[in-house]
Nanobody, 123 residues
Framework: VQLQASGGGLVQAGGSRRLSCAAS????????MGWFRQAPGKEREFVAG????????DYADSVKGRFTISRDNAKNTVYLQMNSLKPEDTAVYYC?????????????????WGRGTQVTVSS
């Protein structure tokens, strides 16, 4: 299984960025997908999750109303649209897949992880 995240980079506060994660080696539509992030010196934290169909989503309180997770099962890809970015959003963002159909938020429930993509928000 491979999860290849892309789209990270440097962005100014208030700006937007879209992350993509291309999955291979698994039946993508049978997996819940999620995004986590890890800032320097901090634990990895849940950002957003989406069910297999895309009909159910969940978000960390810190990103609600600013981030949107979506998926395209025909392209085996999950996205994270990030708007109104803040310096505290600076982190390595990880794409993850869990072998369940519903939205999952616990890190331990996910089975596969990508390498991550760095997002840096300047003030």
């Amino acid at each position: 299984v491979q999860l290849q995240a892309s789209g990270g980079g440097l962005v100014q506060a208030g700006g937007s960025r879209r992350l993509s994660c291309a999955a291979s080696g698994l039946t993508f539509s049978s997996y819940a997908m999620g995004w986590f992030r890890q800032a320097p010196g901090k634990e990895r934290e849940f950002v957003a999750g989406i069910s297999w169909s895309g009909h159910s989503t969940d978000y960390a309180d810190s990103v609600k109303g600013r981030f949107t997770i979506s998926r395209d099962n025909a392209k085996n890809t999950v996205y994270l649209q990030m708007n109104s970015l803040k310096p505290e959003d600076t982190a390595v963002y990880y794409c993850t897949a869990g072998s369940t159909l519903v939205v999952i938020t616990r890190i331990s429930d996910y089975d596969y992880w990508g390498r991550g993509t760095q997002v840096t928000v300047s003030s």
